[in-house]
């Protein structure tokens, strides 16, 4: 199964927005989305089915049982998180408490352990298509682990479709290591300014210590035609290649507010990418472009 990795320096650049469109044109049978701490591919795809859903358990918390608590303090002293909290009961900060185990390993009477917490949510969609997302819980970390499980989820649920598409984070955080490994292309969103350019030239350089195969899409690139050409010919001196120009086009907005990819509207905007998806297809398939 090829997979396709849509990500994008920062959030705004319409990522999603073109993953949608993918999905749509290549019918996948299977697709994820990856951006956990906002995950919002569903709003989209308008899924069907019910989702299955499962409770994902990240780093433990400190457990105080107040029955064994003798309230000698060592806890409360010796947490270099301030998660411990002692008033007339000891009692543990969840959001605080970072689960590293010196209050369990100094409690002389055993009244303090760590238990699994719940962290996040993952959800897997199955009808005609296989759709694996999660979202992690407000105040959670180990975002990167929870991508994995998506991955994973996804493989297992289609593991003979012949295309999977995943809508990453934003960024080069965890969830976009996480989500980088054991794909066979990136498809990098970036916009025309300043800093789309610069989060661009970042995930490109994130990218490339995985060793897979980098294409770049310039999105609203109308609204700045001459950070555009410099886009470009940041692309051709890396030879990277340029999978097309999408231009901002208010349509795909109406698209999109309507819960609608943009290549369900008959707008500027959808057509232009599905001439980014065909030749990034080709991309990935290894087809021969005349680049």
Known sequence: MKQLLILSGKGGTGKTTIASAFIQLSEAKVYADCDVDAPNLHLI??????????????????H????????????????????????IDYKVDYYACEG?????????????????????????????????????????????MLVTEVKKQMKSGAADAGLAIIDGSPGIGCPVIASLSGVDMVLIVAE??????????????????????IAICI?????????????????????????????????????????????????EAGRAAKAVFDKTIKLLFNECLGL
């Not at 303090?73 to 998660?83: P, S, T, V």
């Open 100 to 144: 590293c185990g010196v209050c369990q390993a100094l409690c002389p009477a055993g009244a303090v352990s760590l238990k699994p917490a719940l962290a996040g949510e993952l959800m897997l969609y199955a009808n005609d298509s296989v759709f694996s997302t999660a979202e992690l819980k407000m105040g959670s970390g180990n975002s990167g």
């Open 64 to 87: 105080i049982d107040l029955n064994e608590c003798v309230q000698c303090d060592l806890c409360r002293q010796n947490c270099r998180f301030n998660a411990i909290q002692a008033d």
């Open 45 to 62: 795809m308008n899924q069907a089915s019910v989702a299955k859903r499962s409770g994902y358990y990240g780093m433990p918390k400190a």
């Open 192 to 213: 025309p300014s300043i800093s789309g350019i610069s989060d661009m030239e970042r995930i490109i350089k994130t990218a490339e210590k995985f060793h897979t195969r």
């Open 219 to 267: 999105n609203k690139y109308d609204t700045n035609i001459e950070n555009t050409k410099k886009i470009e010919w940041f692309c051709q001196k890396l030879y990277l290649p340029c999978a097309g120009r999408i231009p901002y086009d208010p349509d795909a907005v109406k698209a999109i507010n309507q819960g609608q990819s943009i290549v369900e509207m008959d707008c």
